[in-house]
């Protein structure tokens, strides 16, 4: 069995808790967790970035690519024994339903579908929406739900 790293305690994950990984420098993603936020009413996800030290080593741990800041990573049930890694159609098929019941049909859409929409627009969204030229750094309200924002 694979040890679990846990996060520094004031950025403790609750159990059956989520944690989006998204490219910190991109603004679309950033705007991805301002949404997430929005909507989460019961605040079961939790942030990291993809160039951060928590991100890494779930990637590592679960065979990920850790230079992949192209997708979209959601480690389901973080901390537990039951924690998943997915990554880009299959976290959609888990982040959106969660959020809004009625996208459960996202779970019909062949996987390899949502697998190329996500690639296609990873491709083009720096273009698109553009790009900070660091990792921004997380309100003092969003920071309750990041595991670390270095």
Same mark, same amino acid.
């Given at each position: 069995?694979?040890?679990?790293?846990?996060?520094?305690?004031? /950025?403790?994950?609750?159990? *059956?808790?989520?944690?989006? %990984?998204?490219? $910190?420098?991109?603004?679309?993603?950033?705007?991805?967790?301002?949404?997430?936020?929005? +909507?989460?009413?019961?605040? *079961?996800?939790?942030?990291?970035?993809?160039? $951060?030290?928590? @991100?890494?080593?779930?990637? *590592? /741990? +679960?065979?990920?690519?850790?230079?992949? &800041?192209? $997708? #979209?990573?959601?480690?389901?049930?973080?901390?537990?024994?039951?924690?998943?890694?997915?990554?880009?159609? !299959? @976290?959609?098929?888990? #982040?959106?339903? !969660?959020?809004?019941?009625?996208? &459960?049909?996202?779970?019909?859409?062949?996987?390899?579908?949502?697998? =190329?929409?996500?690639?296609? %627009? =990873?491709?083009?969204?720096?273009?698109? %929406?553009?790009?900070?030229?660091?990792?921004?750094?997380?309100?003092?309200?969003?920071?309750?739900?990041?595991?670390?924002?270095?």
């Amino acid at each position: 069995m694979t040890a679990m790293i846990e996060p520094p305690p004031e /950025r403790a994950i609750p159990n *059956q808790r989520h944690v989006v %990984f998204i490219d $910190g420098t991109c603004v679309y993603c950033n705007w991805f967790v301002h949404f997430l936020l929005k +909507h989460d009413a019961k605040k *079961q996800f939790f942030f990291a970035y993809l160039q $951060g030290g928590y @991100a890494r080593a779930a990637l *590592q /741990r +679960h065979g990920g690519k850790i230079d992949d &800041i192209d $997708g #979209i990573y959601l480690l389901l049930h973080a901390g537990t024994p039951s924690e998943t890694l997915l990554l880009d159609g !299959r @976290a959609a098929r888990e #982040i959106y339903p !969660r959020l809004f019941p009625s996208l &459960i049909f996202m779970r019909w859409i062949p996987l390899f579908l949502l697998n =190329a929409f996500y690639r296609l %627009f =990873a491709r083009y969204r720096y273009r698109l %929406f553009g790009r900070y030229n660091a990792c921004r750094i997380p309100t003092v309200e969003e920071r309750k739900r990041w595991i670390e924002s270095e």
